[in-house]
């Protein structure tokens, strides 16, 4: 069989420009297209070496390693070693779904004359066999890429938690919020915000209606009853947000938080409840924001 090394050169120049598109979209990286041709030109001559010259298993596979780590360099220059360790695990996970549409095609196209040498395939199929390839390996990946990451987000976003105070319940829905990294600064307890409306129904409303005053230092309007009950249980948040720095937020140690998962119930003493005074959605779809910490 006639191998020849230009053809070879062109179909693994375009398989690996494929899977390096991929892998930028999927990852949501701003593409430089003359970085992703330079990486995937790198990726094609090693292929090229891999066949002309024997290479040791072992030493095949250190190689491929590092030539992996250099094709993600130059191909997307990750500004830190964690996300290069983040776009390489991805560039191996899309390489498997090109890997497994290019073994499906071999048995679809059943090439007469196959040859594997240093574990490269080669075949006398026409080089548009290698483009469909390509375009199946990438509808595949990135179709699949997005499903998942659809389903992890409609249902890990969204939680339904109890919250308890002095024998009263209330249920709600809370979002997971990566911005919220709210902290008790006292006793580093994580805070769920929650929309002060809701909590009317277990927490007394002369409490609720003076919040501003409480984090003035003003009890008057607050009967000694309520005093006694929850001032020890009060803190305060504070916190910044886009147009106001230096905020403060009057939070609340409840008995007891419930966060409710499919498998198990999650309960928790350690968290504060962060009064917010307005809407946190217009549909009410959720009443709570939820750092990723609880």
């Known amino acids: 069989m006639t191998i020849y090394i230009d053809v070879v050169l062109i179909e693994n120049l375009i398989m690996n420009y494929i899977i390096l598109l991929a892998t930028g979209i999927i990852l949501k990286i701003k593409i430089k297209h003359l970085r992703l041709i330079t990486a995937s030109l790198i990726g094609a001559i090693y292929t090229i070496l891999t066949y002309v010259i024997t290479i040791q298993i072992y030493s095949n596979f250190f190689l491929k390693f ?4 250099m094709i993600i360099y130059v191909a997307y220059n ?22 497994g549409a290019a ?13 594997m040498k240093n574990g490269l395939f080669l075949g006398t199929y026409p080089l548009k066999n290698v483009v469909l390839a ?37 249920h709600l829905n809370a979002m997971l919020d990566t911005g919220n990294m709210l902290k008790d600064p006292i006793t580093g307890n994580p805070v769920i915000v929650v929309e ?17 005053k409480i984090l003035g230092g003003d009890l008057k309007n607050i009967s000694e009853k309520v005093k006694d009950k929850y001032i020890k249980k009060l803190k305060f948040i504070p916190f910044s947000s886009l147009g106001r720095q230096n905020g403060m937020l009057v939070g609340i140690k409840p008995d007891f938080v419930e966060i409710v998962e499919e ?20 549909d009410g779809r959720y009443r709570a924001l939820m750092g990723i910490e609880v």
Request: aromatic residues 12%.
């Open 134 to 170: 390509g375009i199946v390996g990438f509808i595949s990946v990135t179709t699949t890429f997005k499903i998942v990451k659809n389903k992890i987000t409609k249902k890990d976003i969204y939680k339904e938690i109890k919250i308890e105070m002095n024998g009263k319940q209330i």
């Open 263 to 282: 498998q198990k119930t999650q309960k928790r003493n350690d968290i504060i409840i962060g009064i917010y005074e307005k809407s946190l959605t217009k």
């Open 103 to 115: 073994f499906a095609l071999i048995y679809i196209v059943k090439p007469q004359d196959i040859l």
């Open 196 to 212: 002060k409306i809701i909590l009317y129904e277990i927490l007394p409303k002369e409490l609720l209606d003076n919040l501003e």
């Open 66 to 69: 590092i030539l992996s780590m």
């Open 78 to 99: 990750p500004p830190n070693v964690k996300k290069m360790w983040k776009y390489l695990l991805v560039f191996y996970l899309t390489s498997f779904v090109f890997g």
